[in-house]
C-alpha cells in the first residue's frame, strides 16, 4: 500500500488523492499481471494480490511474486516519482508485505453470501503479509520465512527486520510461545534482485535498465498518459 496515505488529506482535496492512488493501484495491477499474479482485491490505497496455481512449483511462484514488486518498487521510487513531482506532489512511496502459505497451511472458501462473496483464503500467511507490509520501510519489502526459505543461495536478499530497527523483538512477525513456535520476517533487498534479473540489465553507472528484446519491461512515465489524460484535465506530457 501507499506508505502515510492518511496523511495525504493533511496536503490534498479528496479528487488529487484518488488520483495519486488510482495510478500507483494501476500501474501494480499492470505490473502484477506481466508477472503471473492473480488481483485478488484493491484495499484502499492497497492490492491484494496471489501468485502461484496447481501448475506452478512454490519457488516459480516465490521468484514471480519477488519479480513484480522489485519493478514495481523500482517504477514507484523512480519513474512515477518523476512524474509525481513533475506534477507538485512529492514524498508518495509503497510498501510491501509478501508471504508464502503451504497447501496444507491454507484452506481456500467461499466468504460471504449469494453474490455478496468472494473466493478467497483464510491462512496465518495470508494475515502475515498484510501485517509484514506495515513493518516495511520506505519503498520497502518484508518477506517471511517460508519465501526466504525457498531461494537457495540468497542469503544476501534477505536480513532480518531487526537488523535494520536494532530493536530484537522485530525479529519475529508472529509468536505462539506455549507452542514455541516463531516465524521471523525479513527485509528484502529488492533492487540487488532486480539486477540479476534476466529481463534487467545494468548501464555504465549501474542504473537499471530494461533489455528491449525482452517481453518484459518495467514501465515507463509514458505508460500513465492515458490514465493522466483522462483523470487530469490540466495534464501535458511532451
Known amino acids: 500500500d501507499i506508505k502515510g496515505s492518511t496523511n495525504l488529506f493533511k496536503k490534498f482535496d479528496k479528487e488529487t488523492i ?24 484493491l484495499q484502499g490505497d492497497g492490492i491484494f494480490v496471489y501468485f502461484g496455481g496447481k501448475n506452478t512449483t512454490r519457488e516459480k511462484a516465490v521468484i514471480q511474486a519477488l519479480q513484480a514488486v522489485s519493478v514495481y518498487t523500482h517504477f514507484v521510487k523512480n519513474d512515477l516519482k518523476e512524474y509525481f513531482n513533475s506534477q507538485g506532489i512529492e514524498n508518495i512511496s509503497i ?38 507490509q506495515s513493518s516495511a520501510q520506505t519503498n520497502g519489502v518484508v518477506v517471511g520465512e517460508h519465501v526466504k526459505s525457498e531461494l537457495d543461495n540468497s542469503k544476501d536478499l534477505f536480513k532480518p527486520v531487526s537488523y535494520r530497527t536494532g530493536n530484537e523483538n522485530d525479529r519475529y512477525i508472529y509468536k ?9 520476517q525479513y527485509d528484502f ?29 518495467p514501465l515507463s512515465v509514458a505508460s500513465l498518459r492515458p490514465i493522466a489524460e483522462v483523470s487530469k484535465p490540466y495534464f501535458s506530457y511532451d
Request: hydrophobic share 40%.
Open 95 to 132: 510498501r510491501t508485505g509478501i508471504d508464502l502459505g503451504y497447501t496444507e497451511d491454507v484452506l481456500w472458501g467461499n466468504a460471504g453470501i449469494g453474490e455478496i462473496s468472494e473466493v478467497t483464503t483464510c491462512s496465518l500467511h495470508t494475515s502475515l503479509a498484510s501485517k509484514m
Open 18 to 41: 484518488f488520483l495519486i492512488t488510482n495510478a500507483i493501484q494501476r500501474a501494480g495491477i499492470h505490473t502484477a499481471l506481466i508477472f503471473g499474479g492473480y488481483i485478488h482485491r
Open 189 to 217: 533487498n529488492w533492487i540487488l534482485f532486480l539486477k540479476k534479473q534476466p529481463f534487467i540489465a545494468l548501464d555504465q553507472f549501474g542504473n537499471v535498465i530494461a533489455k528491449t528484446e525482452n517481453i518484459v519491461n
Open 176 to 184: 505462539i510461545e506455549d507452542r514455541n513456535f516463531t516465524y521471523t
